[in-house]
């Protein structure tokens, strides 16, 4: 079982950054592919970056690609979402997700199994 919570949302001008951390528990992070997605009000969820199990291989949605970085640190067992050049259209609830999809970096969020509870970026113009 693993349980992920994420941190460093908030409210940022366009153009500016800001990181994301997701700290999961349990001792098998290592096993798990891990995956950011995120929800904008009225919109469906849609997946933005993520990272396999080793960190060797690295995925990013076409909408962030050159602005967002995946990462993680097995020692801190936590992956990062760096997001700079932030635009409106980035304002959401982030997610991340922990699933066993192995070398796989999967943007199919029904391969994620466990999921935190969300962390709100707003990005104002």
């Known amino acids: 079982q693993v349980q992920l919570v994420e941190s460093g949302g908030g409210l940022v001008q366009a153009g500016g950054s800001l990181r994301l951390s997701c700290a999961a528990s349990?001792?098998?992070?290592?096993?798990?592919?891990m995956g950011w997605f995120r929800q904008a009000p009225g919109k469906e969820r849609e997946f933005v970056a993520a990272?396999?199990?080793?960190?060797?291989?690295?995925y990013n949605a076409d909408s962030v690609k050159g602005r967002f970085t995946i990462s993680r640190d097995y020692a801190k067992n936590t992956v990062y979402l760096q997001m700079s050049v932030l635009k409106p259209g980035d304002t959401a609830l982030y997610y991340c997700?922990?699933?066993?999809?192995?070398?796989?970096?999967?943007?199919?969020?029904?391969?994620?199994?466990?999921w935190g509870q969300g962390t709100q970026v707003t990005v104002s113009s």
């Open positions: 349990g001792r098998t992070f290592s096993s798990y592919a």
């Open positions: 990272t396999s199990w080793s960190g060797g291989s690295t």
């Open positions: 997700a922990a699933g066993m999809t192995g070398w796989r970096t999967s943007t199919n969020a029904d391969e994620y199994e466990h």
